[in-house]
């Protein structure tokens, strides 16, 4: 089972920008869709973007549209996501998965019970 691996959280003031990455530990498959979500305190875990490994076709949640980017690096394995115009409403921890399928059926999955292991995530913390 591929491993994913996220980085680049860290303290920021409102309005502030900050790159996320996430490193797989081996190819991921063209048939497969890698999507990043989040945990705010108190909150469950929800989807925030996903992108296509296969396409580039990106999905988001209408709440970060405009302000966030993801993309991907084939290459690399990797996935990326820009956050920008940050809100301390986006303080959270940002995990990365992968399911088979495309950017609506990750988006579609429950955080809390259709994924088999999460990483450790990255603490995005924006202070006003």
């Known amino acids: 089972q591929v491993q994913l691996v996220e980085s680049g959280g860290g303290s920021v003031q409102a309005g502030g920008s900050l790159r996320l990455s996430c490193v797989a530990s081996e190819r991921i498959l063209f048939s497969r869709a890698v999507g990043w979500f989040r945990q705010a305190p108190g909150k469950d875990r929800e989807f925030v973007a996903a992108?296509?490994?296969?396409?580039?076709?990106?999905n988001y949640v209408d709440s970060v549209k405009g302000r966030l980017t993801i993309s991907r690096d084939i290459a690399t394995n990797s996935v990326y996501l820009q956050l920008n115009s940050l809100k301390t409403e986006n303080t959270a921890v940002y995990y990365c998965?992968?399911?088979?399928?495309?950017?609506?059926?990750?988006?579609?999955?429950?955080?809390?019970?259709?994924?088999?292991?999460w990483g450790q995530g990255t603490q995005v913390t924006v202070s006003s």
């Open positions: 992108i296509s490994w296969g396409s580039g076709a990106t």
């Open positions: 998965n992968t399911a088979p399928g495309s950017v609506w059926s990750i988006r579609a999955m429950s955080p809390s019970a259709d994924f088999a292991s």
